[in-house]
């Protein structure tokens, strides 16, 4: 595991601004219990605890598999795509969050939009083409969303 690059720091912190904001991004790393990290390992970012990541060089780079949680993948053309596994963390800093009906959360996830009679609540102030997390009515988050560039993990 290797720490990012600028380059792949800016992409990343970036893409996450978009969902948690700029203060998000500094609690996800700053953390109350313990300092967290991102490292990046075969084109995928994860977020690792300092201890666990000082644990995980003593075993070498072709024996780890992965360590912590996965936050996304670096493509080929330098983006970033965020995982379905960050949805843990992203829920939980999110600042425009969406409810969606219990009728129309299969539709959801089955890949169907969400009409405006499918959705329950929305965060206020939520602006056009803004990252979004999904929750059903009873606060699971289902997916992580930004429509201006159709990416959802």
Known sequence: ??????????TLFLKLSEY?????VERMINRSDERYCFRLLKDRCYYIS??????ATHISRDSLLHA???IGKFTKSGKFR???TSLEYLSQYARHKVWVKQSAEMSF???NHVTKGGL????E???QYAGVVVFNMADIPMVSCSSSKHDCS
């Open 82 to 84: 965020l995982h379905i």
């Open 1 to 10: 595991m290797r720490p990012l690059a600028e380059e792949e720091t800016k």
């Open 120 to 123: 329950a609540r929305m965060t």
């Open 109 to 111: 996830l089955y890949g």
């Open 50 to 55: 300092e201890s666990l990541m000082k644990a």
């Open 20 to 24: 948690i904001g700029k203060n998000g």
């Open 125 to 127: 102030n939520t602006p």
């Open 68 to 70: 912590g949680t996965c």
